[in-house]
């Protein structure tokens, strides 16, 4: 019979990478994870990791048990949570809230999506939403009596930070896209060079904030200076100044769930960004709402391309 725990553990490795990096978030050491993935195989009688002295690479059968061990842990998780709601009135987590902080396009674009699902009311939880920009809500949830759970990204490798004592999950990188107006008469999905664009106007964030920081270093180490002809922080915005024939701009492909028409989506290879969404919690004790949240909130994410 194959456990769960290790379904679980199964998800981490594919996401990471290796098993050292998968035993951090997990609580394991490196050894165990690999025990853990063994004794999966021995239970399963497939392979799922080809191992050598520096790297393992998952097969094809651990890619196809990831996509069913989802299905599985939500099915699981979903049962937790409706067994808590069910158990009585002393079961305080059944009536418990559970507190989120969440960023603008994610709760514009995924969290709509999610609690408009058939089944939502039966799952017994009831969210109570902070939308705000990342550094407010992991501020809320260091105060430790605001949030329970963050939502946040973060755009390369600096700016934003969080204390080591968070538990961190990663759920998925949200790749910027490159829209131009449509008068510019560039093909939809053209591949072009990024010199090609140097001279064009262009809708760029406010200096000094940390997704400018990265996209002027972005731009600078490829000698592009663009013309800026407006500094705009809200990506919906962003857009549909972009649809006016205004500039080009570069917009995460969460937040064009809902483009406006007039707009042509390039791709321009020098030009690789994204912004990595991340689960922040204080401590490592998950409750099955919790659990169950975040795998319907991952879910709607691989709905819109957007999975570890």
Request: charged letters at 20%; aromatic letters at 6%.
């Amino acid at each position: 019979m194959v456990n769960p725990v290790h379904l679980r553990t199964l998800l981490e490795v594919i996401a990471r990478g290796s098993f050292a990096a998968a035993a951090v978030p997990l609580g394991y050491t490196a050894s165990a994870v690999s025990q853990q993935m063994t004794a999966l195989e021995r239970d399963t009688g497939v392979e799922l990791f080809r191992r050598s002295a520096r790297a393992i690479e998952p097969t094809a059968a651990a890619a196809t048990m990831a996509r069913h061990a989802r299905k599985v842990l939500t099915d699981i998780d979903a049962l937790l949570a409706a067994s808590s709601t069910t158990a009585g009135d002393a079961d305080v987590d059944a009536t418990q809230e559970l507190r989120l902080g969440i960023f603008p396009s994610l709760a514009t674009f995924a969290l709509p999506r999610l609690l408009g699902a058939k089944d939502w009311a039966g799952l017994g939880i009831r969210l109570r939403v902070s939308v705000g920009e990342p550094h407010q809500t992991i501020a809320s949830l260091q105060a430790g009596n605001e949030l329970d759970l963050a939502l946040v990204f973060q755009v390369g490798q600096t700016g934003l930070g969080w204390p080591g004592t968070m538990d961190r999950q990663w759920l998925g990188d949200d790749d910027f896209r490159v829209v131009v107006p449509a008068s510019w008469k560039f093909a939809d999905g053209a591949r072009v060079e990024a010199d090609q664009l140097a001279n064009m106007p262009w809708i760029m964030h406010h200096p000094g904030t940390s997704d400018a920081t990265v996209i002027s270093r972005l731009f600078a180490s490829l000698d592009l200076h663009p013309r800026i002809v407006a500094h705009c922080d809200d990506f919906n915005a962003s857009l549909h100044l972009a649809s006016t024939g205004l500039g080009a701009a570069l917009v995460p492909a969460l937040a064009m769930q809902q483009q406006p028409s007039g707009l042509v989506v390039l791709d321009v290879p020098e030009i690789r960004l994204a912004r990595s969404i991340f689960a922040l919690q204080i401590g490592h004790t998950r409750s099955p709402k919790v659990d169950v949240f975040m795998d319907r909130l991952a879910a709607e994410l691989r709905q819109i391309s957007i999975a570890p």
